[in-house]
């Protein structure tokens, strides 16, 4: 059984760019959410894709964007980087569209985003 | 507002103790809480879980209790062993919600001395 993988897993990149960030599903999984940790925080939840179409979102603004793809695979992007935007990226999947009720959610080992 | 909320930013309990974390949670929606273990360098990992019509759920040495009058619940461990030096999140879910995200506390460090 494969687990979530997430790719890169350290980036450093300057204000006002864009980043785009992967995630590959555990098997069988065919939810993806994508969660920010800042430093000394809890992980944060910035949406959900059940099937290809988001279903869920926190109070992230709209240049925090995904994709989720046939393959379940799953992209976070983020435009106009600010410094606030450093943290830990956060994949997680799990199976079916209850999320975390109907199975526990399965992190990967995150991506690293430092904004300089 | 932090709807979750860990008051306890660090914990140092001796190997063969029981380790008791702390938690509490103000959004009387929440129906279903869980914890998760997180070693650096990783994601944090599913550990244990608790329904609000239960007060306690138990796996191995791993025991959730929650008070729902008092919006709080606990996580022991018993006995502890150094390899649960970890940071421990507790998460909170609205099952009735619409979009299923889980409500995280900040964490708490808890380190088991040999």
């Known amino acids: 059984e494969t687990g979530v993988t997430q790719s890169p897993t350290h980036l450093i990149k300057t204000r006002g760019q864009q980043v785009t960030l992967r995630c590959s599903s555990q098997?069988?999984?065919?939810?993806v959410s994508w969660y920010q940790q800042a430093l000394g925080q809890g992980p944060q939840f910035i949406f959900q894709?059940?099937?290809?179409?988001?279903?869920g979102r926190g109070n992230f603004p709209p240049r925090f964007s995904g994709l989720q793809f046939p393959n379940y695979s799953s992209e976070l992007n983020v435009n106009a980087l600010e410094l606030d935007d450093s943290a830990l990226y956060l994949c997680?999947?799990?199976?079916?569209?209850?999320?975390?009720?109907?199975?526990?959610?399965?992190f990967g080992n995150g991506t690293r985003l430092t904004v300089t | 507002d932090q709807q979750v909320k860990q008051n306890s930013p660090s914990l140092s309990v001796q190997e063969g103790r029981i380790s008791i974390l702390n938690c509490d949670y103000t959004?009387?929606?929440?129906?279903?809480f869980l914890w998760y273990k997180k070693y650096p360098a990783e994601g944090p990992t599913f550990l244990i879980s608790?329904?609000?019509?239960?007060d306690k759920n138990e796996d191995g040495r791993f025991t959730v209790f929650l008070n729902k009058s008092a919006k709080h619940l606990s996580l022991h461990i018993v006995p502890s062993q150094p390899g649960d030096s970890a940071v421990y999140f507790c998460?909170?879910?609205?099952?009735?919600?619409?979009?299923?995200?889980?409500?995280f506390g900040k964490g708490t460090l808890l380190t088991v001395n040999p």
């Open positions: 608790i329904s609000s019509i239960k």
């Open positions: 998460a909170a879910l609205n099952s009735g919600g619409s979009n299923y995200k889980l409500t």
């Open positions: 098997s069988g999984h065919n939810t």
């Open positions: 894709y059940y099937r290809e179409e988001e279903n």
């Open positions: 997680a999947s799990s199976q079916g569209q209850g999320g975390s009720y109907n199975s526990p959610l399965h």
């Open positions: 959004n009387s929606m929440f129906d279903y």
